[in-house]
């Protein structure tokens, strides 16, 4: 398959060519990128966020991507799951949304009483210019709550700059709260989800370090914990891509200092709780790190070189949203054994390609915000046993008789920590080793057989 000439910049081929990795751009019209809008990367970030209300105001249409498509789980209260729209129709677009969007606000507020509101402008809404802001303003001084507009409008931009406008509606929210009780050692957890209980977990592991967390952003997130977020003395950030822009914001106004994290695999596990450690200095609290790692360690092991038997050797391609995740992907699966030959993402800078490519072996493919015909030529010409992705990359996988595993917002079963590496490798073993690819001839096909079947 010939590569288009407005996408060669942006796939590499390490120790093949001088590195000149191209990201950080629009998506290629017509190329049927995998990237989503700047509404889609705006509700990722604030979904989580379980006593707030969430708002889209648009048509309805937008609001598929909300309810439940996210396994995001709360510990008390879930308002977040429930989905509102203003639903815009045709007279509103022509006169204006405004009126319908505050009626909105008002009932919903009234009905449900949510420790705050977030409301999410859609394309339609930048448009026609409705004045969120004044809306917000109006509502927020009449109902006693923080009305928080978040402005995605998806025409805006790509994913990565709804994350921002996320970070820049929560970090309104931050600071107004007290900071009574709050320990010397205590940070934030930052950027991750609760995918699967994940951020219960890793809360578990800064306790059990005798850590205090002030603040899980966003995941079980609880709007007055993130208003006090300010007296943490730390914040941890778990995705970069998504809450790198809120830490900034946090040390610019309340100097607080940010360590950039990983949970997904041994190395970066036990990194992630080492770097917290050490931040405090405190032996105490490093003594006891260091037999938690131990002990976790310890206890999959048996499993991990069971499952590496079987799997050394084989080959894997891994996309994703944001790179940092995959740096974690490709050295979990070298734990296992087993060779990445493909990495790539939707929104890596190219600092972070660029240590895509030194983690990498030589001749693995590097690719930026990719589409299905990029992807199904290079799994098939680097004979992939297994592809690592989210739900839009599944049936690419499928229809070339590849294994998949889905590490992306919709899954059910946490992959963080050191209990969700046994997880990872228990589902990446049974993947590839599942005896029905015996029965798919793909590696007997041509290259244009199977491009013909997507």
């Given amino acids: 398959m010939q590569i288009l000439d407005a996408r060669k910049r942006q796939i590499h081929r390490t120790g093949k060519e001088p590195f000149e990795m191209d990201c950080d751009r629009q998506s290629l019209a017509g190329a049927v990128s995998q990237r989503a809008c700047v509404f889609c990367g705006s509700r990722v970030v604030l979904y989580p966020i379980a006593d707030a209300l969430h708002l889209i105001h648009g048509p309805i249409g937008c609001a598929a991507y909300t309810w439940d498509i996210r396994g995001s789980l709360s510990s008390g209260p879930e308002l977040h799951r429930l989905s509102f729209s203003t639903d815009l129709q045709e007279k509103d677009v022509i006169y204006g949304g405004e009126k319908r969007l505050c009626q909105a606000l008002t009932e919903l507020i009234c009905e449900y009483r949510p420790k705050a509101a977030f409301v999410y402008s859609t394309c339609i809404v930048g448009i026609i210019g409705d004045d969120v802001d004044a809306v917000c303003r109006r509502v927020e001084a009449e109902q006693g709550l923080p009305v928080l507009p978040v402005h995605s409008e998806g ?5 990565k700059d709804g994350y921002q406008a996320a970070c820049s509606a929560l970090f309104q929210l931050v600071g107004m709260g007290a900071t009574e009780g709050i320990a010397k050692h205590s940070i934030n957890i930052l950027g991750d989800f609760n995918i699967a209980g994940e951020t219960w977990l890793i809360r578990r592991y800064y306790e059990q370090m005798g850590v205090q967390v002030v603040a899980t952003i966003t995941g079980d ?3 007055d914990d993130i208003r006090r977020a300010h007296g943490a003395s730390l914040n941890v950030v778990q995705c970069s891509g998504s ?4 830490a900034r914001m946090m040390q610019e106004r309340f100097g607080t200092p940010s360590l950039r994290v990983s949970y997904f695999g041994i190395e970066d596990t036990a990194k992630a709780l080492y770097d917290v450690a050490a931040f405090f200095h405190d032996d105490s609290l490093h003594a006891r790190t260091r037999e938690l790692v131990r002990d976790e360690v310890a206890a999959i092991t048996p499993d991990l070189r069971r499952y590496r038997q ?3 050797g084989k080959h894997a391609a891994v996309y994703t949203g944001g790179a940092f995740k995959a740096f974690s992907l490709v050295r979990a699966l070298r734990t296992l054994g087993m ?4 990495a790539g993402s939707q929104t890596g800078s190219r600092e972070d390609y660029q240590l895509l490519r030194d983690l990498c072996d030589d001749d693995t493919i590097l690719i930026d915000d990719t589409n299905p015909l990029e992807l199904a030529k290079f799994i098939q010409e680097k004979q992939v046993d297994l592809f690592i992705g989210g739900v839009k990359e599944r049936p690419i996988a499928y229809k070339l008789g590849v294994g998949f595993c889905d590490h992306n917002h919709e899954r059910k079963h946490g992959l963080a920590g050191f209990e969700g590496m046994r997880e990872f490798a228990q589902e990446v073993y049974a993947t590839v080793m ?3 690819w015996r029965f798919v001839p793909r590696r007997g096909r041509t290259r244009e057989q199977t491009i013909g079947t997507l």
Avoid at 155 to 159: A, Q
């Fill in 243 to 246: 809450m790198t822009h809120l």
């Fill in 155 to 159: 025409f805006r931009g790509t994913k």
């Fill in 310 to 312: 079987d799997l050394n």
């Fill in 339 to 342: 060779k990445t030959v493909l």
């Fill in 221 to 223: 997130g609880r709007v």
């Fill in 434 to 436: 599942s005896p029905v």
